[in-house]
């Protein structure tokens, strides 16, 4: 938390930047943390985050889980709620309809959905919406003991969070983002980039 606090953002693993893994394991890990000597303490740790009722979970750096401190997520719900061009050109005719729904009803199981989606699986449209950061996301457990998604709108998942920070406007929470990783990328020698860039 004490690094969170300082840069604003977490990621779940990097090899440069601050990173759950790397820290659970004391230096960054190549490739997947689940088959490390510490898979098992990263694992209880990044749970802690997702329970953690000051850090959100997005894909935001770098396509990868990014964990956001509170202080950013006014920038961060105003970027996912925009629709700006980025984020809608180009996108699949499933990631639409399931965009769609969601606009509709707030929320949406990816196991009890009835959305037909074309020819696009649900994990698809699922992937598409994050990386563009237009929806949140979280793992749930089943009741047959298997997992899916819950997928919110930015509104909806800052009103079960209880969330009523101020509203910015969208250019001002990319530059917002913008300092943030371009501070990170000097001080650590990487290149992370935001998916608007």
Same mark, same amino acid.
């Given at each position: ?17 601050? /990173?759950? #893994? ?7 890990? =190549? ?20 329970? /953690?009722?000051? +850090? ?5 750096? /770098?396509?990868k +889980? ?16 925009? =629709? ?11 990631a639409?309809? $399931? ?5 509709? *009803?707030?929320? +949406? ?5 009835? $959305?037909?989606?074309?020819k ?11 990386? =563009? ?12 003991? /298997? ?7 930015? #509104?909806?998942?800052?009103? *079960? ?23 990170? *990328? +000097?001080?650590?020698?990487? *290149? #992370?980039? $935001?998916?608007?860039?």
């Amino acid at each position: 938390m004490r690094v969170l606090d300082r840069h604003g953002i977490l990621l779940e693993t990097d090899p440069k930047l601050p /990173s759950v #893994a790397a820290l659970v394991a004391g230096s960054p890990i =190549r490739g997947s943390w689940w088959g490390h000597p510490k898979g098992h303490q990263i694992f209880r740790v990044r749970e802690q985050l997702a329970d /953690s009722p000051d +850090v959100v979970a997005a894909k935001l750096l /770098s396509g990868k +889980v990014t964990w956001v401190a509170k202080r950013l997520w006014p920038a961060l719900i105003s970027i996912g709620s925009a =629709r700006e061009p980025w984020q809608m050109q180009g996108l699949s005719a499933g990631a639409i309809e $399931l965009l769609d729904a969601l606009s509709a *009803n707030g929320e +949406v199981r990816t196991d009890t959905t009835t $959305l037909s989606l074309g020819k696009m699986s649900i994990g698809d449209a699922v992937r598409e919406l994050e990386k =563009r950061i237009l929806i949140h996301s979280e793992s749930v457990h089943t009741q047959a003991g /298997s997992h899916a998604k819950l997928i919110r709108t930015w #509104a909806r998942w800052a009103q *079960n969070a209880g969330f009523k920070g101020r509203k910015m406007a969208p250019q001002q929470a990319r530059k917002q983002f913008d300092e943030v990783v371009r501070r990170l *990328n +000097v001080e650590f020698k990487a *290149n #992370a980039r $935001l998916p608007w860039r």
